[in-house]
């Protein structure tokens, strides 16, 4: 079955760094566009960033700059490389998958920016 599993999360200063990191399996990666969302309590969940299959980002317009999504297409994993970090940037952190009608999440991961 699809498993998303992201790590990398935890507690950074204002302006520091994180990377974000999704390891999939459970279907051929390859073939498909790769997200990360973000959401606080109480908030809907905001698409943050994506890369098409073919390695082409998008991201929302608050990242653009600070934010570096990438893919690894042989170690089947997607990454967010997260700089600039700013207060409002905290949020959990969740890795998707569209694969025909079915979106599919990881647990999450929490990033938080505080000094």
């Known amino acids: 079955q699809v498993q998303l599993v992201e790590s990398g999360g935890g507690l950074v200063q204002p302006g520091g760094s994180l990377r974000l990191s999704c390891a999939a399996s459970g279907f051929i990666f390859s073939l498909y566009a790769m997200n990360w969302y973000r959401q606080a309590p109480g908030n809907e969940r905001e698409l943050v960033a994506s890369?098409?299959?073919?390695?082409?980002?998008n991201y929302v317009d608050s990242v653009k700059g600070r934010f570096t999504i990438s893919r690894d297409n042989v170690k089947n994993a997607v990454y967010l490389q997260m700089n600039s970090l700013k207060p409002e940037d905290t949020d959990v952190y969740y890795c998707?998958?569209?694969?025909?009608?079915?979106?599919?999440w990881g647990q999450g991961t929490q990033v938080t920016v505080s000094s």
């Open positions: 998707s998958v569209q694969i025909i009608f079915g979106r599919y």
């Open positions: 890369i098409t299959a073919g390695g082409d980002p």
